[in-house]
């Protein structure tokens, strides 16, 4: 499992304050629940994304 998909990936939204959100990113997206992270589009995307690898190959984006 890669960095990205991992669920220690934090949000990469910012907060009203300019600081960075430090909520923990569901599984196969870049933002948590409170950051759109719950939209349907965003879940079937992660749901793809997490489950999809290539067979027999290795990327740099998933290594």
Known sequence: MTDL???ET???ARR???GACRNYA???ATVCR???GAAPQV???AQVRSSWRPT??????WC
């Open 5 to 7: 998909m991992k669920t």
């Open 10 to 12: 934090r949000c990469s």
């Open 16 to 18: 009203k304050s300019g």
């Open 26 to 28: 569901i599984r196969g």
């Open 34 to 36: 409170m950051h759109g």
């Open 43 to 45: 879940k079937a995307a």
């Open 56 to 61: 027999g190959q290795r990327r740099s984006w």
